[in-house]
């Protein structure tokens, strides 16, 4: 099983739509979650963290099951400007000193 | 406001020749990183340095050398370029790395597109 899994898309949603996907992380010591965007041919960005009991950042909203080892985001009232490339991020105990584990990124096409 | 300066932003270089790629935050953090993002394989760490002084290897550091030249600054070097290393390539900081519990983000640099013929 890959540690950090995330359907790739790419997911063609209505400007206005909600729209929620998933990632699941392989280690259960896993600390730490993100979310990160990514615009075409540029860096990654932080979008937000993942606590545990759930956050949400206006149209944005993360979650965190341990039990079942996933992370989710739920973007409501998509804008045109939403569309990139979201990375899921887990933060283990591999790789020595942050151990930052990045998902392949799942593609979301907002469409007007 | 820089945040993470990186330089080059584009090279192309011929197999077996050596660069080094430049990096340099500006944001007082103490950690930096190395990554490399290739098509279908997401971002994996090449080197890290957890703090000034210290540098550790990560996920895939073969055919790199990593300089950390003082807490600003940290460079990646490769000796003998091959075409397997034609990637982007993105340097990160946190203010908080090392072998604690910590939810610091990284920041990235806007990446150097290197090509090897």
Request: charged share 20%; proline share 4%; net charge positive.
């Amino acid at each position: 099983r890959k540690e950090v899994e995330q359907d790739p898309g790419p997911f063609n949603v209505p400007e206005g739509a909600t729209v929620a996907f998933n990632c699941t992380y392989s280690n259960s010591a896993s600390q730490s979650f993100f979310w990160y965007r990514q615009d075409c041919r540029k860096e990654p960005k932080l979008l937000m963290s993942v606590y545990s009991s759930g956050n949400e950042d206006g149209r944005f909203t993360a979650q965190l099951n341990r039990a079942s080892q996933y992370i989710s985001l739920l973007i409501r009232d998509s804008k045109l400007s939403d569309s990139a490339t979201y990375l899921c991020v887990v933060k283990g105990v591999n790789l020595g000193a942050d151990g930052l584990t990045f998902g392949k990124g799942t593609h979301l096409i907002i469409q007007p | 406001n820089a945040g993470v300066t990186q330089t080059p932003k584009f090279q192309v270089l011929k197999t077996g020749q050596s660069m080094t790629l430049q990096c340099a935050q500006d944001m007082n953090h103490n950690s930096m990183y190395w990554y490399r993002q290739d098509p279908g394989m997401g971002l994996r760490l090449i080197y890290y340095s957890a703090s000034e002084g210290t540098t550790d290897k990560g996920e895939v550091p073969n055919g790199y050398n990593v300089s950390r030249l003082n807490k600003r600054e940290f460079s990646l070097r490769l000796e003998s370029a091959a075409p397997s290393q034609t990637s982007v390539y993105f340097c990160a900081s946190s203010e908080l790395g090392g072998r604690v519990f910590s939810n610091q983000p990284q920041h990235f640099g806007d990446g150097t597109r290197l090509s090897i013929l």
